[in-house]
Structures are given as C-alpha cells and as structure tokens.
C-alpha cells in the first residue's frame, strides 16, 4: 500500500478532476482490439507512488449511505471517528479504542448543504460539489420526498441493485448535473467520451451483469426514472435507449470502486508508533481480535464504498501478474498507483481486475471471471505461459474458491 500522502480536508478536490502529483505515466493507444494503455514515461521503482489522481465524477453507493456508512458527499471521506465506525461495526457502543489521538478525523471542519443537509468533510468540498453538480441535484426540503424524481431513481435502482455493490445510478446522474451545469460544456462531454466504448452487443452484456435476468425491463425503467430526473437537451443521446445503454456500459467497465475508513487509517496510524515491545504485542493482539469480531458481525461491509471515474486510472489494462495497484490511504477518493516492482521506462504499467485469491487460480477460471465481468480474455505472460493447461475447473479450486487466509483476510481489511 502507498504511504500516506498527508491528511487533504478537501485540498486540491476543486471542480475539474487532475492530478495531485507530478505523474510518471502516459496514455498510449495500442490497437483497436486493445485501446489505450499507461505506459512509464520515466523509471519507476518499487514502491513509488506512479501518480495521484483524483476522479472526473464519484458518488457513495446508494446501499452503503443507507446503512449509516457515513462519508462526505463529494469526496467520501469517512466521516465517523475510528472508535464509532469500529462501535458500529462491531454493534457495541460501550468500545473504547486506545490511543484515540491516532484517529484523523476532524469534525470540528465537517459542514452541511444548508437546504438538504448532506454532509461534507470539509467547507472546501461542500463548495467543490455546489459548484460541480450539486445545484443540480440538491434534492432541498424534499430529501424525505418519496415521490421527488431523484429519490423515485434511487429507490428503482436499490431495488434493482442488492450489495454487494459494484455501481451507482448516482454516479450517472452526477455526470449529467456536472455537464448541466458547466460553463464549458463541451469540455466535460469530451472528457466523459474518453472513457473505453463497447460495442451494442457488449453494453447488453454489462447491462445483464449489473442488472441480472430482467434487465432490459429494469434498463428501461431507469431509463424513464433518469430521464424524468434529469433530462438535458444538449445531452439528449444519453436519454435514448441506446445512448442510456453506453452510459451504463462506461460505467460498468471504467468505474474503479473506492474505500474509505476512519478505522483502517487509526490502524495504520497505530502500526507507525514506536512502542516498547510489550505495549506493541498488546495493541496488536487487542488489533487483531478486534477485526476478528468485526467480521463475525459485519462480514466483509467495513468501508464506505462507492465509485469514480479515473480519466488515468482507466488507462490501464489488467494483467495476472500486475506490476501496480490502486489504494486510498488518504481517506478520501484520491487514488494513489503504486508501483508492487520496479518498472522501466517505456514499459506498460498494468493492475489487475482480480483480487489476490483469484489471481491464484487457474487460468481458466481467471478468464472464465474476466469474460463475464470485463468481456475480454487475457493475454498476459502469466495466462501466454499456462495456455497449455487444461480448461476446466477442478474441485478443490471451486472449494477454495471462498476460502481466506485470516492474515490475507485481515489485509484486506485495512488496506484501503
């Protein structure tokens, strides 16, 4: 995981989307079966972060802010103190965690849209969403409206969409409020048209993906809902049903997901203290049980989650043996790639759509997740080199399918 960049309460988050640091890569395109891909403009080691970027749109998702994940509005910063996100999680109010002062949480700096009363972690955000998109989509006195246009899309979508999540109509939506609003429109418009297209056939597919057996019912339902909400005569062709299908296919291939925790960040915060050998044993012995009970409780729902779009990020192609990943160790949707090896100028930097146990299967079943999630099939070193393997799933992959490591476990618990 990258090292923490320092505490940002809304630096560097204004309206146009860039980067927080000076970037190491660049956009090329490849061919027209492949597009695009990052490649290193310079030499990159291991551990360096390649770049910081914050996205052109995001949004929590609409499942996890109803269940209390409680997160800025723009930039989903956790908004929860470490000691009440863990109270939460862990269903127990009486938790104290020791060395509170490690937790990063500033409420004293947390404000309010004063007509419908989201919260932001900052006045910085707050100002950074009204002059974005939020004009558009303050719902004001009728946040509690279950018949105001915005909240009829939500609840459609909810309905729709069970966790675990994977998108947000939301995400859409602030798209659209983002161009409505604009001075320059046809400067967003062209930077949301710079994310990957698929073909019709292709938007279907991530369309049934996202919204299972009935969904060309459902699409066209949102579809309604969307247009009811926020139709735009500039951006009419988002509003036809082929157009509303490539919108949800750019999102449902380009939108990376982002996870935010107060905890997780006490945690580290708590890794990095010099304490004598006794008093380190106790705080990770009280650490480790403390996410065991957790996840008794919460299962694997222990971050505010949502998405974005990363004009850099979605550059980059997958591979099985990724040479970078993603994280957010600034508690915020400022996305970090981390070089995971040493990489040379003029070479491709690729993460992997596959998390770590998945990566470890074979590559049958790599490409079998590949194919029904991202609709292509991988051509990797890793997956080159096992092309001879057979092409079937054996049954002691499909019962380790759900297992975890506990450390593995406890890992991806905290690296956020």
Same mark, same amino acid.
């Given at each position: 995981?990258?090292? !923490? ?43 360096? !972060? ?54 990063? #949480?500033?409420? +004293? ?55 675990? &999540?994977?998108?947000? #109509? ?35 597919? #991530? ?5 299972? +057996? ?115 160790? +600034? ?9 995971? &090896? ?6 491709? #930097?690729?993460?992997?759509?596959? +998390? ?15 194919? &029904? ?22 049954? &002691? ?20």
């Amino acid at each position: 995981m990258a090292a !923490a960049a320092g505490d940002v309460h809304g630096a560097a988050l204004g309206a146009r989307p860039g980067l927080g640091a000076a970037a190491a890569a660049e956009a090329r395109f490849i061919s027209s079966a492949k597009g695009k891909g990052l490649f290193a403009t310079r030499s990159i080691r291991k551990g360096e !972060a390649v770049f910081v970027e914050k996205p052109v749109v995001s949004s929590q998702f609409l499942w996890n802010a109803l269940y209390n994940y409680r997160a800025c509005d723009h930039c989903l910063r956790a908004l929860e103190t470490a000691e009440e996100n863990a109270q939460r999680l862990l269903g127990r109010s009486s938790l104290v965690l020791p060395h509170p002062e490690q937790c990063s #949480i500033r409420k +004293d700096l947390h404000q309010q849209c004063p007509r419908c009363q989201v919260m932001y972690c900052s006045a910085e955000c707050r100002q950074a969403a009204l002059e974005q998109y939020h004009q558009v989509l303050c719902l004001g006195p009728s946040r509690d409206d279950p018949t105001h246009p915005l909240n009829k899309l939500q609840e459609a979508w909810r309905n729709m969409h069970y966790p675990p &999540e994977t998108s947000s #109509i939301m995400l859409m939506a602030r798209m659209v409020a983002t161009v409505k609003q604009a001075k320059d429109k046809d400067w967003w418009i062209k930077a949301f048209s710079q994310f990957c297209s698929k073909t019709a056939n292709e938007e279907e597919e #991530i369309a049934h993906k996202l919204l299972g +057996d009935k969904f060309k019912g459902q699409l066209e339902l949102l579809r309604l809902l969307f247009t009811e909400a926020l139709y735009d005569e500039q951006l009419s062709r988002w509003f036809t049903p082929e157009g509303f299908r490539s919108l949800f296919a750019l999102v449902g291939t380009n939108g990376q997901g982002i996870g935010t925790s107060s905890l997780s960040q006490w945690v580290h915060a708590c890794d990095a203290l010099d304490l004598p050998m006794l008093q380190r044993e106790e705080l990770d012995a009280f650490i480790d049980q403390l996410y065991k009970d957790i996840e008794k409780e919460s299962g694997e729902f222990l971050n505010c989650e949502g998405s974005g779009l990363y004009m850099l990020q979605s550059c980059c192609n997958h591979s099985c043996i990724p040479n970078a990943e993603t994280s957010f160790p +600034d508690n915020n949707f400022l996305l970090y790639l981390t070089a995971l &090896e040493d990489i040379e100028a003029g070479e491709e #930097i690729c993460i992997s759509y596959l +998390d770590c146990c998945q990566r470890e299967r074979s590559r049958h079943s790599r490409n079998k997740i590949l194919r &029904e999630n991202y609709l292509f099939t991988c051509s990797c070193p890793k997956c080159l080199a096992q092309a001879d393997d057979p092409d079937v799933t054996s049954d &002691e992959e499909e019962e380790a399918e759900g297992e975890t490591d506990d450390a593995e476990l406890e890992d991806e618990m905290t690296d956020v």
